[in-house]
């Protein structure tokens, strides 16, 4: 069985400094923040390369699935320790902002790094129809209440509002369930992976008691990172002048999902594009469809006051033009670099809007 190698990790020496530096008089916010946030980087790598190597004992549809949930962990964690301090609108924003980047950002890296490795990129395009309607459904879940909120409660939330928030995050807790049964369990037929000449084979894995003890490890991490992380955060944009929406959809946002985009982009450059997918689409899918209802039943034991799955107009927007550009692009069955050039092309465009929003 492979050991870790550590060496590789090296950026976990901002862990401790990251803890010590917390209790420090004097430090600035924004130098807090990016402390943090190179501290949170490698702990997120470990969840992602920990549920890698969790492949080898559940395959590449279920690895992805697992490789998106526990990539997803710092997200959720974020999001977590934020309701606590009150930062609905930035929890908002995170949740947009990690769908922006897992599709436009990190499969536009993949499909760029992959791409540049081999010349066609060949994968499973039902697997691809299934992630893509999920997806379209998952922003329908996110534009139906922020229609409601703006149309019939502008000024206050109602208790009518509040019955359909939790109604809809019950119903998309029930269709991820269902989405898992019926990729694990009915039709796992279709998300196999097609097949890759050239693909490099699996490195030897780690064994599953060391897979889980870095996982349950990194997460203890990651949760007390989080904290410091959130709490840098509204001083970080003040100092430096970035609107919420910019440190809500870019830097939490990227900060949060550096798990799942790391891994996804290692597996295209492996030739494991099937899983790379799985991994990017599979994590769009979790955010939408299971972390922001979770966030929605959290928010009465650690918020002040309810978490509503109402989202402005403009984000409602993105996530709309990003789903139907990431469709477009991922389609077909193959794909090649320039697809990747598409994708963060985008992405580099929404940044770039984003930044000059107005505080």
């Given amino acids: ?192 992976s097609a097949a890759k000449a050239g693909a490099e084979e699996h490195a030897k894995p780690w064994s599953l008691g060391l897979c889980l003890g870095v996982l349950v490890g990194s997460s203890v991490l990651a949760a007390f990172l989080s904290e410091i992380l959130v709490g840098a955060v509204e001083g970080t944009g003040e100092a430096l002048g970035l609107s919420a929406p910019f440190l809500g959809i870019v830097l939490l946002a990227s900060v949060g999902g550096v798990a799942e985009g790391i891994s996804a982009v290692s597996m295209a450059r492996k030739g494991r594009f099937d899983l790379s997918l799985g991994i990017a689409l599979g994590s769009c899918i979790l955010i939408a469809l299971f972390v922001a209802p979770v966030l929605v039943f959290a928010s009465y034991f650690v918020g002040p006051r309810y978490f509503q799955l109402s989202f402005s107009a403009g984000g409602v927007g993105l996530l709309f033009l990003t789903v139907f550009i990431g469709a477009l692009v991922a389609s077909g069955g193959s794909g090649n670099w320039y697809k990747g050039v598409q994708l963060i092309a985008v992405y580099l465009m929404i940044a770039l809007l984003l930044y000059f929003v107005p505080l």
């Fill in 1 to 192: 069985m492979q050991k870790i190698n550590w060496s590789q990790h090296w950026m976990l020496v901002f862990v401790p400094i990251a803890m010590a530096l917390e209790y420090v008089p004097g430090i600035t916010a924004p130098v807090m923040f990016l402390i943090a946030a190179l501290a949170i980087i490698p702990v997120a790598r470990l969840i992602g390369h920990s549920t890698e190597h969790l492949t080898h004992y559940t395959g590449d549809s279920i690895g992805g699935l697992l490789n998106a949930m526990f990539g997803n962990l710092p997200e959720l964690i974020i999001c977590v320790v934020a309701l606590k301090a009150g930062l609905y609108t930035m929890v908002a924003a995170s949740l947009v902002g990690a769908i922006l980047f897992n599709l436009l950002l990190v499969l536009g890296l993949s499909f760029l790094l992959g791409g540049l490795r081999y010349h066609m990129l060949e994968f499973n395009p039902k697997a691809v129809g299934v992630y893509t309607t999920m997806m379209f459904i998952a922003v329908i879940s996110m534009a139906l209440p922020s229609i409601y909120s703006s149309t019939f409660s502008p000024s206050a939330a109602t208790i009518e509002e509040e019955s359909i928030n939790l109604g809809l995050a019950v119903l998309l807790l029930v269709l991820y369930a269902l989405y898992l049964v019926f990729m694990i369990r009915t039709h796992p037929e279709m998300f196999a």
